[in-house]
């Protein structure tokens, strides 16, 4: 125990923070009486906070000065997730600091990858969330269209992905075949054909008053995606919109 960060990270050998956001991770690893002002050289300092990658970027150089190894490491799961230690951990920073302290993040986390150099864990939890947030309003949207369009709410829920995990497993492997490969051709499942679709559940919307900005601007973006030919490739050939790809 201790009176404040710097005390505590002056008795440990590997200091661990959990906080709101950025601007609670600065003032207490960088601020007045903060993790730097007490932690011991060779020591580690590792942040779980969902923060800005900056920010730690900015801060891991400040540490090393003092001699102190930084790792950004946040967690997602939950509360549940952290009562039942099954966490999943995203590291950024130096590869041997992570494989010395691995066995301290297993002690919480079910699932620890190392993602790359220091602010990589705080970018994928960043677009880890980011795609979580998206597809729970993807569902919203789906789920509020299919009930007014007459379908029970249970019997709709059953065969939405979360409960019918095939399109999901079929993304993945498309994702690692084309995005990952740039292999977009032979198409599993046709871009001209995800156009379509999406295109009858917006038509099917406006018949019933729905808002659907995830659809409709799922739609744009395959409609400039068969602008530019790509028709007849992978429907995971939404992507190369996304990149910019001419």
Not at 8 to 24: I, K, M
Not at 38 to 58: F, H, M, N, Q
Request: hydrophobic share 40%; glycine share 12%; with cysteine.
């Amino acid at each position: 125990m201790g009176n404040s960060p710097a005390d505590v990270a002056g008795q440990c050998d590997v200091t661990f923070t959990s906080l709101p956001g950025p601007r609670e991770v600065e003032a207490v690893a960088w601020g007045l009486e903060g993790v730097l002002e007490g932690a011991k050289p060779g020591s580690v300092y590792i942040d779980l906070s969902t923060s800005r990658p900056t920010l730690i970027r900015e801060l891991e150089p400040k540490f090393r000065e003092k001699g102190i190894h930084v790792l950004d490491a946040p967690v997602s799961g939950g509360k549940s997730g952290a009562q039942s230690r099954n966490l999943a951990v995203m590291v950024g920073g130096e590869k041997e600091v992570f494989d010395r302290v691995k066995p301290l993040l297993d002690a919480f986390g079910d699932k620890v990858f190392y993602a790359g150099e220091i602010g990589a864990g705080s970018v994928a939890k960043l677009v880890h969330n980011m795609i979580g947030h998206g597809v729970r309003q993807a569902i919203a949207e789906g789920m509020t269209l299919g009930v007014k369009a007459g379908v029970d709410t249970e019997a709709l829920w059953q065969c939405i992905p979360p409960r019918f995990p095939r399109p999901y497993e079929v993304l993945h492997e498309g994702f690692v075949r084309s995005v990952f490969k740039g292999e977009y051709e032979p198409a599993g499942f046709a871009l001209n054909l995800a156009r379509k679709d999406i295109g009858l559940a917006t038509e099917l919307a406006k018949e019933y008053d729905v808002p659907m900005p995830i659809a409709n601007l799922a739609e744009q973006l395959a409609i400039q995606a068969m602008n530019r030919g790509w028709g007849d490739q992978d429907s995971t050939g939404f992507s190369k919109t996304a990149r910019g790809d001419r």
